[in-house]
């Protein structure tokens, strides 16, 4: 019998909801972090979670709000510019879950709009009393280093990257 025939109706129904919040959790960034709301874009993390993109380490909402509010993002909103993430694979286990999927920062410049990058995202993601918060988010740009693969792997299979 498959792991999945061995699961009730109700623990089947409870990982699909949960799938679905995360889902619409990751789907909520990027409006958020495009329309600037820092606070908001934050509240999607534990309050001590970790943006991981590239060589920057973000800890803790102070630290994302920080970076939503900079000179270089508000750059970005005030030019014009999207966040576009693609649909995350979302594999639950419990209360913890990872997510995977690609992402694209497109903006608007003197000759029209263009892909500023192409980003793999894997996400740790932990249920609280407030619901899904993100633990980790890891980001690492798909220019041909051999860790954003590895990244878009690993969440793929659900499994996790960070031991924090």
Known sequence: M??????????????LEAARAISDLIATYGP???????????????PDGIYDIDETRLEGHAAIEAMVRSRGHQGLIAAGCAHLLGPPRVTVDGDEAVAVCQS??????????????????????????????????????????????YLLAEGAHGRRVDET
């Open 104 to 149: 694209l920062l497109v903006a608007h410049g003197e000759k029209g709009f263009r892909v500023l990058r192409a980003t793999a995202n894997h996400w740790h993601l932990r249920r609280g009393p407030a619901g899904w918060r993100v633990r980790v988010r890891t980001g690492r740009v798909l220019d041909g280093r051999t860790e954003a693969p």
């Open 2 to 15: 498959s792991a999945e025939g061995s699961r009730t109706v109700e623990e089947r129904l409870a990982a």
């Open 32 to 46: 958020l972090v495009d329309s600037g709301d820092a606070e908001a874009v934050a509240a999607l993390w534990e």
